[in-house]
């Protein structure tokens, strides 16, 4: 069992027996995490954040102010999650029908950002490195690296790694100006290269 030593959480946070948070966390004001959820280390949540039973944060997640995380989700490392963005677990929800044994999942990869107010309809994936921008309402799968806006969010793009729109040549190849690194499309997908 972790000790509250091995992460910081504020007075006002709510924290159910049951979870694990991983060393160096920080949990902001009104935060609540529930029994069975899993927070990686180094992970920051933000104020008035709700992080519900069998969610799974990796390493080095930034969950902003307003967030509601679900049952049924699950973000690998490095994920940015920005203010008031929202996932959902249920397609047809109806306050007379339990509808618990239905949940379905969300995976979002690794280094991935969803921006603020977006929302994430439940049993999409969002891509590695995928940027969602601002507003959007996620209703498909995002590739990795694609960027996605608006409702319904549609890809008007790639980005790279390092976080900017990648603009590729007549063979396929952008590089990332800030970073250097190189990406390639091929068949549909953007794969780094170097």
Known sequence: MQTMAEFF???????DEGCVIGKGTKIWHFSHIMTGATVGN????GQNVVISPGVILGNNVK????????????????????PSCVF??????????????????THVGTGASIGANATIVCGHDIGKFAF?????????NVPDYALFVGNPAIQIGWMSEFGHRLKFDENGIAVCLESGDKYLFESGEVKKIS
């Open 132 to 140: 969602i921008g601002a507003g959007a309402v996620v209703t498909k």
């Open 42 to 45: 180094a992970c920051n949540i």
């Open 63 to 82: 969950v902003q102010n307003n967030v509601s995380i679900y049952t049924g989700v699950t973000c690998d490392d490095d994920v940015f999650l920005g």
């Open 9 to 15: 959480a504020h007075e006002t946070a709510v924290i």
């Open 88 to 105: 959902t677990n249920v397609t047809n929800p109806r306050s007379a029908v339990n509808r618990k044994e239905q949940y379905a999942k």
